[in-house]
């Protein structure tokens, strides 16, 4: 039962990710991994009305760390850390969601989510798994998405090609406007 003139209780969210530079990657980290991040909270959360990054750290001249500030048109306020600069040889991606007094908590790397502290078993056949490679399963998902079969079995992705435009725009703001900056060599 809703309460009349009840207020609805704010949403955040804060995604991270870090992890070592790998040696193959030439663009700063805002390119490389920021774009997940954003595709994410735009699933998520909707359209997003402003991002403002709070701190940026380089060495050598690359941004090697960055937290960003967003704002989503439906109240919900996110945060953005990535990272590499790290002791560690793990990757971390994680997500923690708060919404109505409840917290999610989720790992992407282990595959494992917990709500309230109570870890949720998220395991789908054929889907998700500990094992998955998600970059392998997002070619495949694209692949099927833009051949023959999608004709004949649609294949429905997580982000609509608005989406997709909306994340690509907002990637375009960060690297020339909110962070003057920024280059890329």
Same mark, same amino acid.
């Given at each position: 039962?809703?309460l009349?003139?009840?207020?609805p ?9 870090s ?24 699933c998520f ?22 937290w ?6 439906? &109240?919900?306020?996110g945060t953005?850390?990535v ?5 560690t ?16 908590? &989720?790992?992407?790397?282990a595959?494992r989510?917990?709500v ?5 078993l ?5 889907m ?9 399963d ?5 692949i ?16 609509s090609?608005?989406?997709i ?10 690297t ?10």
């Amino acid at each position: 039962m809703l309460l009349q003139n009840a207020q609805p209780v704010a949403q955040s969210y804060l995604f991270l990710r870090s992890q070592q530079r790998p040696d193959r990657i030439l663009d700063d980290i805002i390119v490389d991994k920021v774009i997940h991040d954003l595709d994410l909270a735009l699933c998520f959360f909707g359209r997003i009305c402003t991002i403002e990054p709070k701190e940026i750290k380089r060495i050598d001249g690359k941004i090697c760390e960055a937290w960003f500030a967003l704002q989503h048109e439906c &109240g919900t306020a996110g945060t953005l850390f990535v990272s590499w600069i790290t002791d560690t040889q793990m990757k971390k991606r994680q997500v923690e969601i708060r919404q109505d007094g409840h917290t999610w908590k &989720g790992d992407f790397v282990a595959k494992r989510l917990w709500v309230d502290d109570l870890e949720i078993l998220c395991q789908v056949e054929e889907m998700i798994q500990p094992s998955n490679n998600q970059v392998k399963d997002e070619l495949v998902d694209f692949i099927a998405y833009t051949s023959e079969l999608s004709r004949t079995q649609p294949v429905l992705p997580l982000l609509s090609l608005e989406e997709i435009i909306e994340s690509t725009k907002l990637l375009e703001f960060i690297t020339k406007k909110a962070i003057p900056e920024f280059r890329t060599k």
